[in-house]
């Protein structure tokens, strides 16, 4: 072994190993079933599940018009996202992110803020960009905020709680004042 210092490549020069291809296999619960894209304003077409596949399944919803986002819990280790919005306190990933105040139970504290966040985390995943949501339990502020991204992303609001409850986890949205929440998304 070189002495430290000596011959060795410096840290910038380093780089990270390449990420395994994704394994062969029938497609999991809520995964497309079809690579859909989309053209962006410089007219280059990227693929509308993540400008790299989800490693794991778990979580993954794939939106009405064909994107997939990941569903988890805030503290959860996992394959890393390109962009997360977080609903609850705790640790924050080393990706970008953005974090909604929104208590445990309830809706966002700030509406308009809230409905700017999961706009923004859309057009993320629109644009090929691999997008998480995370609370405390990964279930009901979490499942909420995935059916306002269908609501948002064309699913008609009536249809959104057993939507996410079938596609995401069977006790997504928790509580009447967040059912009553996902009416008002527009």
Do not use: N
Not at 114 to 143: F, I, K, P, Q, S
Not at 155 to 173: D, Q, T
């Amino acid at each position: 072994a070189l002495p430290s210092g000596r011959g060795a490549a410096p840290p910038a020069a380093r780089r990270p190993p390449p990420r395994p291809p994704p394994r062969p296999g029938p497609p999991g619960p809520g995964a497309a079933l079809s690579v859909p894209t989309c053209r962006s304003g410089s007219g280059i077409i990227a693929r509308v599940t993540g400008s790299q596949p989800w490693p794991e399944q778990s979580g993954l919803l794939v939106l009405p018009s064909g994107v997939t986002v990941r569903g988890r819990r805030v503290a959860t280790v996992t394959s890393p996202a390109d962009f997360a919005l977080l609903l609850a306190p705790g640790p924050a990933p080393a990706w970008p992110y953005r974090r909604i105040r929104w208590p445990d139970f309830w809706v966002p504290t700030d509406r308009a803020d809230a409905l700017d966040a999961l706009r923004a985390a859309l057009r993320r995943a629109h644009d090929g960009a691999r997008v998480e949501v995370a609370c405390r339990g990964g279930v009901g502020r979490t499942g909420t905020a995935l059916a306002a991204l269908a609501i948002l992303d064309g699913l008609p609001a009536e249809r959104a709680v057993s939507w996410v409850r079938e596609g995401y986890h069977p006790k997504a949205v928790e509580t009447p004042w967040q059912r009553r929440w996902l009416r008002r998304v527009v």
